[in-house]
């Protein structure tokens, strides 16, 4: 099955495209991974377009999506979601979503993620790369664990241990989706993971307004 996975969570967009089958896995074709900032809306779609002309196939021959649903910023995080739900419609193809936490790392860890406001997203997982706690969203000085760390080192100061730099991968997001994958009917609908409000919101009072 060729899949094409999509993350939009963090600061740092990701576009990959992967063989992936329940008896081996999955065998990464080719990947960009894009310093985007706040322009995952410009970015994600000339990344797609490079994937699919590295690895020499085209969209019409995608079988499966596989997008990060978050946890991550409400913009940003919109534009892979509402990306990888349009594809698969247009093709009839499935569309699984994964937390994005889970493909950061692997093994036992506590991975961290920049969240803003001076907070990471976080989510713990064991020995098997089980997720056993989160996501959630918190001041890194109250993240009270022990670690070991995974995900963005400018935290490691407030966390109080180092952290292994990793971010999402192609790679990754084929892992988390895999039981998914395996059996596409069990996919569970997209739902963003914003975990808090956005920043935007709507006035509480009109002001006159004055000729």
Known sequence: ML????????????AGLARWSAADGATVLAERAVPSGTKHAELLT????????????ALGDVEAIV?????????????????AAAIADARGIPV????SLDAVGSGARTV???????EVYWATYDADGMRTEGPSVVRPEDLRLPGPFTGDPAFAERLGGPVTPADVTTAGLLRAAAPQLADPGSAAPLV????????????????????
């Open 3 to 14: 899949v094409l996975a999509l993350d939009t969570a963090t600061p740092r967009l990701v």
């Open 46 to 57: 000339p990344a797609v377009q490079g994937v699919l002309a590295d690895a020499g196939v």
């Open 67 to 83: 997008t990060g649903l978050g946890p991550g910023p409400f913009t940003g995080l919109r534009v892979g979601v509402v990306t």
């Open 96 to 99: 699984v979503g994964v937390c």
């Open 112 to 118: 961290v993620t920049d969240a803003r406001r001076k």
């Open 192 to 211: 963003p993971l914003y975990l808090r409000r956005p920043d935007a919101v709507p006035p509480t009072s009109i002001k006159p307004v004055t000729r």
